[in-house]
């Protein structure tokens, strides 16, 4: 890959290189020049990706500082439990260990003793999404878990029931909308997510520019709000009372039109009786004539979307509420229309299912919680390693997750997992959690490593594609995908290393590029498809039998994506209903029975007396959850662990420039930033802060607090077991 060297000229052989950006959800291409040493000396945004167009935020900046961060764990380490101290070890011993380990674990105490862990990279890696699955099947555990739980599961729930499959998520189609109304998310921090938009805020600023309307509902007057018509305030945890207040009047006034095929009109309105504007009002903080407003406005305009995202999922009534958005795009007759809400087409991967959706196939052990896609919530995790019984986890893999930091009650984790017998995490860094590990097996740096974005590809606002191959070879350490398909092997007692005769990557690819093959009619042409490996062969054959493949009609295979390394523009967003449905009727379900049975739950709420103070959660544009705070250019600054609060309620409550804050799970002492922008009554906390635990410098010279020291594991949302983050009743006394 090297180009020759000339005398003392070093720059002149440095070499720019293409490849998507792995940090967010936005799929940003990146440029960037590697010096002859493979070392990343320069990032710019991709000019010629016809979905960027060279947008770059300061996260993907940083992606050289963030490659060979010098905090980084470089080769796998083993724990020495009496001293807890590590030392580094060959891939061999620490796979032998593992190998020696777990599956004598298993052998004693039963399948359901192995728990895993799943964290949110695992949604940016070939690795977390092609041979995850694999390690889950030869674990054969229900003891699953994920930050899914801490995070979308609601939407996943919520389009699961509708549409039939939990992938099948709606996104709003923003670059040709008229009108847009958002509630719960802050694009112009987070750069969007479950709508994959590289540079969401140019596209915001366009949508205005072509006169359409921008609506944001957020209790803080966040940036992306700054950029909108209008702004409105909410109550933390009501947005589905402000929905069901919209669906009602959009029912009272004859405004219902829905144009797809759908069963539940009947129900839903039923459903929505109860919540008159004027009763909501109350709860939401928004004005009775506000709300009939916003129906009659998404109603009128000749194209309308909702999109909620984060805000609107991790609270009490998430699942009704991602219910409630699909169901007013669906009234409004904008569902899978042009300008609307539509479901992308993604070239890679798409629905396997043959039934409809539905949870609760099995539920937790200690308390019985549902499982949704074949997990259980995180919220449970702690009780089900800490609770002594038949099924307890005893043993635990983590990959790309620091669940001490980022589920609900963390400090929870981190007791439970002090307490198991064995660990093991797949992880970049020695944290929070990894740092209760017997074996951490490091992946390698992300210019070591291939790129294509299987799962946020359905979620994006064009249609699109782009692959990347790695950029720097591995030398002598395995790739993440070896690293998970090897680690599987080790966990069942099977041969690690190849010594069998049978590299576990290889073969598990082999058998799925198989059955593949088998199932979709094509097992004669195996020898046509194309790669530098298994992998590679493995995209090949989904991109050949993808919607826009070259054996089905189309296009695509590996070599095009090769030949096209900016990436490929696949066009706007087309309808594609009923083709995507899944549900026994074939049609979109407006009133799906787990959530009707949910809303009597939000009735006897309506009365409740509201908490003086509740706190939410916020993003910030220089962080990424709680893994990118060792990054020196991007701490500090607006980048710290502050309160936000009204200086109304400073004053009100007499508070200083810090303040403990109590919740019914924990105390923390805070710095207090005071803000306008933030409603009465309400106090922000970014989470993935508190690295005392950590061994990265840089973040722990700017340790913050752990915000879900705060949160409440014993609070989900009923349909989805998912946390709750926002809305969490909290006080706050003097220091
Ligand atoms: N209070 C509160 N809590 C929240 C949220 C909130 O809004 N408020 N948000 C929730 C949400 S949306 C999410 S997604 C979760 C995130 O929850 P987690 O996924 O548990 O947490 P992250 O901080 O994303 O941790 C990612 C881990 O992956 C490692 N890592 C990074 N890249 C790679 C890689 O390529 N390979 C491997 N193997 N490891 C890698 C990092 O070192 C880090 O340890 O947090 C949730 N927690
Ligand atoms: N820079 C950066 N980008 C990120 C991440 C990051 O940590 N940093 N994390 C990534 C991940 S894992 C995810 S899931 C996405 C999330 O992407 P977004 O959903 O855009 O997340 P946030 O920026 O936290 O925006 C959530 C908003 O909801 C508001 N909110 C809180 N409670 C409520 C409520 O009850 N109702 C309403 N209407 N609003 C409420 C908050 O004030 C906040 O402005 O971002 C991704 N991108
Ligand atoms: S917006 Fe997201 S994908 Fe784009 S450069 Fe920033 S972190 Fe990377
Ligand atoms: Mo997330």
């Not at 061999?92 to 990279?121: C, K």
């Not at 991790?314 to 007013?328: H, N, P």
């Not at 606002?461 to 950029?471: A, D, I």
């Not at 200083?656 to 803000?675: I, N, R, Y």
Request: one cysteine or more.
């Amino acid at each position: 890959m090297r180009g020759p060297r000339w005398g003392m000229a070093p720059i002149t052989d440095s070499r720019t290189l293409l490849r998507t950006c792995p940090l967010c959800e936005a799929v940003c291409g990146l440029e960037l020049t590697l010096d002859p040493d493979d070392h990343v000396t320069a990032v710019r945004g991709d000019r010629q990706d016809p979905f960027s167009s060279g947008f770059l935020c300061p996260k993907g900046a940083s992606f050289g500082h963030l490659d060979e961060d010098p905090d980084r764990i470089t080769e796998p380490l083993i724990r020495d439990r009496a001293a807890d101290t590590w030392r580094t070890a060959s891939w061999t011993e620490a796979f032998d260990l593992i190998a020696e380990r777990f599956p004598a674990i298993v052998a004693e105490h039963g399948n359901q003793a192995a728990g895993v862990y799943l964290g949110n990279p695992n949604a940016h890696t070939v690795a977390g999404t092609l041979y995850v699955p694999i390690l889950l099947r030869a674990l054969g555990t229900r003891n699953i878990y994920s930050a899914s739980t801490a995070d979308q599961m609601p939407k996943q729930v919520a389009s699961g029931l509708m549409f039939g499959d939990p992938l099948t998520v709606p996104v709003p189609d923003l670059d040709r909308t008229d009108y847009l109304l958002m509630l719960g998310a802050n694009p112009l921090e987070s750069n969007g997510s479950l709508c994959t938009a590289p540079d969401f805020p140019g596209r915001l600023k366009a949508l205005r520019r072509r006169g359409g309307r921008f609506v944001v509902v957020d209790p803080r007057v966040t940036r992306t709000a700054k950029l909108a018509d209008e702004h409105l305030f909410i109550r933390p945890g009501s947005d589905a009372y402000l929905l069901f207040g919209i669906v009602h009047t959009l029912f009272a006034e004859n405004l219902a039109d829905v144009r797809v095929e759908a069963t539940g009109v009947d129900e839903l309105r039923t459903a929505a009786a109860a919540f008159d504007p004027v009763t909501v009002a109350t709860r939401t903080g928004v004005p009775a004539p506000t709300i009939i407003r916003l129906a009659r406005e998404l109603a009128a305009a000749p194209t309308a979307a909702v999109y909620a995202r984060i805000g609107t999922c991790t609270v009490e009534f998430g699942t009704i509420t991602q219910w409630l958005v699909e169901a007013i795009n669906t009234l409004t007759g904008n569902l899978d229309t042009p300008g609307g809400a539509m479901f992308a087409t993604a070239a890679a991967g798409g629905i396997a299912r043959s039934k409809p959706f539905r949870t609760g196939r099995w539920t937790s052990r200690v308390r019985e919680l549902p499982e949704a896609m074949g997990e259980l919530p995180v919220a449970t995790l702690a009780e089900e390693i800490t609770t002594p019984g038949a099924g307890q986890i005893r043993a635990l893999v983590t990959i790309a997750g620091n669940p001490v930091l980022s589920a609900p009650s963390g400090p929870r984790l981190d007791t439970a997992f002090a307490q198991l017998d064995f660990m093991v995490s797949v992880d970049r860094y020695l944290n929070e959690t990894t740092r209760h590990a017997d074996v951490i097996l490091p992946p390698p740096r992300p210019t070591q490593s291939p790129h294509y974005d299987f799962a946020l590809l359905h979620f994006a606002v064009r249609n699109y594609t782009r692959y990347s191959r790695p950029l720097v070879p591995l030398g002598d350490r395995p790739s993440e995908s070896a690293i998970l398909t090897r680690l599987a092997a080790a966990l069942t007692g099977r041969a690690h290393d190849g010594s069998d005769g049978v590299d576990p990557l290889t073969a598990a690819d082999e058998l799925v590029i198989a059955g593949t093959l088998h199932k979709a009619g094509f097992a004669n042409r195996r020898a046509e498809l194309n790669g530098e490996n298994s992998t590679e062969r493995r995209i090949d054959l989904m991109l050949r039998l993808g919607p826009y493949g070259e054996w089905n009609g189309g296009t695509l295979n590996l070599q095009v994506l090769l030949d096209n390394p900016h990436g490929i523009d696949l066009g706007p967003l087309q309808p594609r209903l009923p083709g995507v449905l899944r549900t026994a009727t074939e049609q979109v379900d407006l009133a799906p029975e787990p959530l009707l049975a949910d809303v009597a739950r939000m009735r006897a709420r309506l009365a409740d007396a509201a908490p003086e103070i509740v706190l939410i959660g916020r993003r910030q544009l220089r962080s990424n959850n709680s893994w990118m705070h060792n990054i020196a250019s991007l701490v500090g600054g607006s980048n710290r662990c502050t309160l936000h609060i009204n200086p109304a309620d400073v004053a009100r409550l007499g508070l200083g420039d810090q303040a403990v804050v109590k919740s019914a799970a924990g105390t923390l002492t805070v710095p207090l930033e005071p803000t306008e922008t933030i409603m009465p009554g309400v106090v922000s906390l970014p989470h993935g802060w508190g690295h005392t635990d950590s061994a990265q410098n840089v973040a722990r010279a700017h340790a913050g607090v752990n915000a879900n020291v705060l949160t409440d594991d014993s609070v989900v949302d009923v349909p989805s077991g998912n946390a709750v983050f926002n809305g969490v009743p909290v006080t706050l006394i003097r220091v």
